[in-house]
């Protein structure tokens, strides 16, 4: 396999899978807009051989589709995976120990190795200014590291079997930060290097951070899998690189002896400074606020290094194929982590975060009158306080029962769901709770509600396929579109406050009362432009669900409690812009223009069909 991310880039171009970027491309804007318009067409990695303002070449797109992931892990991912499912499930080694004995060799094989405690023979030392500072959105703080392979160990056991090695956002520029001095790290408390950072705190000493970037592929994969207890992520980036993770130690810190650039510095204690903004995955800016700030103590580059990075913003991008690819290497983790779970769904046309789909079980069917929602809300409370999974804010789940379901079937399964829902005795709120740190719907950074709409049963209604009548023709409503079976949008007037959108779906539910019972239609949207939502699904997911906070958005016709359990007779979604959600990302039109001539006729990327 590969030992640099150079070796890996001339076997994708050898295999018709990478272009050559030769013209001079701006960090600014461009090298994204380039990347952004290639990926949409499923086209090939980039590498940029002419970066303006800098000396060193820079790679995107390199994880671009499952499919090119998996050729660059062919060599190795079948004996990953195994290593992966025995720690999932160890007693499969104890009933067949022969059948694993190649899996133990080959976990043993990819331990880190320690080399002499200097740099690699090429290394040289540099400034942050010396690298690509590619900036991605209009109103992005600075240059951002996208790709970052974030390294702390934990100071009350030093040692990097203890170490975590984690993808946290980095601004090299912007904002208060001194350029060559100071970066900006954005990380959550709970997460490794929070985690590390919170004992350094208490023993009030700064703690030693080490930022890699390239290096083999597999070392960038293995910052953000989520592997099982005992598996460290440096053993595993040696176990699907095929070859162990090569460190030693410069004055205190780890250097990564294979990764193309490495940032060696210190987080202090209660030091901080503000951070952002920064397009992010839910397709928004996530905003600026005050994260650890890294004193900056050396950098490094091999000769010839090569800078990648990827783009994050609305899905699908980039990091949905990372997506796809760790679930190709977990396999059915997530079935031995949470037991009658058969499958869970971060639904990534929403963000990923802010919506599951779920498959569960219900055995306790048999001691009912009626099929219902029972085991399946013990399983909800599972899912939602495990891992990433907790920032969810909306968990639609059900069970299989005379015929299989998909989650990754969107329209499918919200049908089924729709189909069955009892909206007087299925949604479940939880209400003054975290949601993500980046999610702006709630009610201030990292809080919100959550929400289960768990339906399970035989089907009790047939889903309108058209508008009904009762939102036709309504005064203050208007525009309505029929979105997927049992769905309409329609349009209001824009978002003022909370309490005038409760009396606004007041109105709305008095009106669709007076026509008469709209059972065939389970769910409203109310929302500021209803063709656009109406148009696709992924519309449809991305603005229904990174635009609402459950508790203070769902309203309902006919809304009622009973015994402190809210339900009604159809659902209202308020998914209309309100004044404190982040901004939308919007590319901008004079950069889009300019790259045209890297398509054009004769131009590097001319063979690239967009």
């Not at 809210?566 to 209309?576: A, E, S, Y």
């Amino acid at each position: 396999m590969y030992r640099t991310l150079e070796e890996c880039i001339l076997d994708l171009e050898n295999n018709g899978q990478l272009v050559r970027v030769r013209e001079e491309v701006d960090p600014y804007l461009e090298m994204a807009a380039i990347h952004m318009r290639v990926y949409e067409v499923g086209g090939p990695a980039l590498l940029f051989e002419n970066v303006k303002g800098s000396k060193y070449r820079a790679v995107s797109n390199l994880f671009g589709n499952i499919e090119r992931s998996k050729f660059i892990f062919r060599k190795t991912m079948d004996g990953a995976q195994n290593v992966v499912a025995l720690r999932n499930d160890p007693i499969k080694a104890l009933k067949n120990p022969f059948n694993h004995v190649m899996t133990g060799l080959a976990a043993s094989k990819a331990l880190p190795m320690k080399k002499s405690n200097s740099l690699p023979v090429s290394a040289e030392e540099i400034k942050i200014s010396d690298l690509p500072l590619i900036h991605h959105w209009p109103d992005d703080g600075g240059a951002f590291i996208t790709l970052p392979q974030v390294f702390s160990e934990d100071p009350d056991k030093p040692g990097i079997m203890n170490a975590n090695l984690g993808m946290y956002r980095v601004q090299l520029s912007g904002n208060d930060f001194e350029l060559n001095k100071e970066l900006g790290l954005h990380y959550q408390i709970h997460r490794g290097i929070g985690v590390h950072q919170a004992k350094a705190n208490r023993l009030g000493k700064p703690l030693k951070v080490s930022i890699f970037v390239g290096g083999p592929p597999a070392h960038t994969l293995s910052a953000v899998m989520p592997l099982p207890e005992g598996l460290s992520e440096m053993t595993f980036a040696g176990l699907l690189s095929g070859r162990r993770f090569r460190y030693s130690y410069i004055d205190g810190y780890c250097i990564s002896n294979d990764a193309d650039f490495v940032i060696t510095g210190d987080i202090y204690p209660n030091e901080t400074k503000p951070e952002g903004p920064f397009g992010d995955h839910l397709g928004y800016y996530s905003l600026t606020h005050d994260f650890p700030l890294f004193r900056v103590n050396k950098v490094y580059a091999k000769k010839n290094a090569i800078w990648p990075f990827t783009v994050v913003g609305r899905p699908p991008q980039e990091d949905t194929a990372f997506g796809d690819l760790i679930h190709e290497l977990t396999g059915d983790a997530i079935q031995q982590e949470l037991p009658g779970v058969k499958e869970v769904h971060a639904v990534d046309a929403a963000g990923v975060h802010p919506l599951l789909f779920a498959i569960g079980s219900e055995r306790y069917t048999p001691y009912q009158q009626v099929k219902q929602p029972a085991e399946l809300l013990t399983i909800a409370n599972r899912i939602l306080g495990t891992g990433q999974l907790s920032l969810a804010k909306y968990l639609f789940i059900t069970a299989e029962d005379k015929h299989p379901l998909d989650t990754h079937k969107e329209v499918e399964f919200l049908t089924y769901i729709l189909e069955r829902i009892d909206l007087h005795r299925d949604i479940h709120f939880q209400t003054n709770t975290t949601i993500d740190t980046l999610d702006y719907s709630g009610t201030g950074l990292n809080t919100g509600s959550k929400v289960v709409i768990a339906a399970y049963g035989d089907q009790k209604r047939e889903l309108c396929r058209e508008i009904p009548d009762n939102l036709k023709d309504l005064r203050e409503f208007k525009n309505p579109r029929l979105v997927m079976p049992g769905v309409v949008a329609i349009e209001a007037s824009n978002f003022t406050t909370h309490e005038n959108a409760q009396k606004e779906m007041e109105k709305l539910s008095e009106a669709v009362q007076m026509k008469g019972a709209m059972p065939s239609c389970p769910m409203i949207i109310v929302c500021d432009d209803s063709e656009f939502i109406s148009k696709t699904v992924s519309n449809f997911l991305w603005i229904a669900f990174t635009r609402s906070n459950p508790s203070h958005d769902i309203h309902g016709v006919n809304g009622s409690y009973e015994h402190k359990h809210w339900g009604c007779d159809n659902l209202i979604l308020d998914v209309r812009i309100k004044p404190h959600h982040a901004p939308p990302l919007i590319q901008d039109p004079q950069v889009e223009k300019n790259i045209e001539r890297l398509f054009a006729k004769g131009a590097s990327l001319s063979g690239v069909k967009i």
